[in-house]
């Protein structure tokens, strides 16, 4: 069995989750789309060579992520 971690922006955690199970995960026993998940504080500082989305190169950036969990036999 294979667990797979996610690190999700806030905004997102639907359609990821819809992916990962599309591709097979989320299956346990007679049950489909299983997951776990909690909200929680990422944390990155883009290089001088990033071209960041979200912040500024050089500088701490804290974002709203969520931590998604599934199994895939």
């Not at 294979?2 to 026993?29: I, N, R, S, T, W």
């Not at 290089?47 to 969990?69: D, K, M």
């Amino acid at each position: 069995m294979l667990k797979l971690v996610m690190y999700v922006p806030q905004g997102f955690e639907a359609a990821v989750k819809d992916a990962v199970f599309a591709a097979g995960a989320g299956h346990l026993g007679a049950y489909s789309e299983c997951a776990w998940q909690t909200l929680g504080t990422g944390q990155f500082r883009p290089s001088e060579t990033a071209n960041p989305a979200i912040g500024q190169r050089g500088e701490v950036t804290q974002v709203a992520e969520w931590r998604i969990e599934a199994k895939r036999q």
